[in-house]
């Protein structure tokens, strides 16, 4: 009996360790603004078009650096694509493209 409530703690620490983590997400400054005006050009369910005026806003005040901890948990939320390019049309300083390995790289 008590390997299953061991079992059965584990599972529900797994899944409120992941719950936490994205909601975390939220805690990077601009996340919420950006998911909220640039939902129809980030998202991988809609075709690619260039981002509103509003979307632009909103991508330039975002913090990508904490928003890389998360993005690979937002695959059905925001494609990195579709973000790369929004940063690019937007003009967000300073410019910030993905490399190879996925993250965010500087560039000045």
């Known amino acids: 009996m ?18 936490a983590t994205c909601d975390d997400v939220y805690t990077c400054v601009g996340v919420r603004d950006m998911l909220q005006e640039c939902e129809k050009y980030l998202s991988p369910a809609y075709k690619k078009i260039p981002p509103s005026g509003y979307c632009c806003e909103a991508v330039r005040g975002t913090d990508y650096e904490c928003l890389n901890k998360y993005l690979g948990q937002m695959k059905k939320t925001i494609s990195r694509d579709k973000l790369d390019d929004a940063i ?17 790289k500087v560039h000045v």
């Open 2 to 19: 008590s390997v299953y409530k061991v079992h059965f703690c584990l599972i529900m620490l797994i899944v409120l360790v992941g719950l």
């Open 88 to 104: 690019f049309v937007c003009n967000t300083p300073p410019r910030l493209h993905a490399s190879k390995s996925e993250t965010y």
